[in-house]
């Protein structure tokens, strides 16, 4: 099974709303949202 580019197109929108129904704490939120605002790269 290939699993690659499965996550690409979530909306970020929508897949907060379903955090925040489901975490309580802010802070993990707050984590949440950033390890999504991310910048990343692709190397090789």
Request: proline fraction near 2%; hydrophobic fraction near 45%.
């Amino acid at each position: 099974m290939d699993i690659k580019g499965l996550f690409n197109d979530i909306d970020h929108d929508l897949l907060m709303r379903a955090v925040r129904k489901h975490v309580k704490n802010k802070w993990e939120i707050l984590y949440i949202e950033r390890w999504l605002k991310a910048p990343y790269s692709i190397h090789g």
